[in-house]
């Protein structure tokens, strides 16, 4: 895990970082996954369900939460 800062109109202000992470959509399934390929989609229910809400089949994005 790490820190990072974000720069917002009025303040900075400290952010806890896990890192990139990627979100794999396939069938009827969506994962989150690490890129030390651990999956922590148990982590994060709340992403799983969107991503399985609002990405096709076949989706694979990269970000950092």
């Given amino acids: 895990m790490s820190w990072e800062y974000e720069l917002g109109q009025s303040a900075h ?7 990139r992470v990627v979100i794999v959509r396939r069938g009827d399934q969506a994962r989150l996954w690490t890129r030390n390929r651990n999956e922590i989609s ?3 229910p709340e992403i799983v369900t969107a991503a399985l809400l ?12």
């Fill in 54 to 65: 609002q990405l096709p089949a076949g989706v694979v994005l990269d970000g950092v939460i």
């Fill in 42 to 44: 148990d982590r994060f």
């Fill in 13 to 19: 202000r400290r952010v806890q970082s896990t890192g």
